[in-house]
Structure formats: C-alpha cells, structure tokens
C-alpha cells in the first residue's frame, strides 16, 4: 500500500 503513503504526503503537503 505504497500508493496511499504517496497520495496522503501529497495531500499533506497540498494546503489549500
């Protein structure tokens, strides 16, 4: 589950 680890720092990182 490599791709969630991505999406969730991706989201983390994305503060709209």
Do not use: C, P, Q
Request: glycine residues 6%; without cysteine; aromatic residues 18%.
């Amino acid at each position: 589950m490599h791709g969630f680890k991505i999406f969730h720092n991706f989201a983390t990182h994305s503060t709209v």
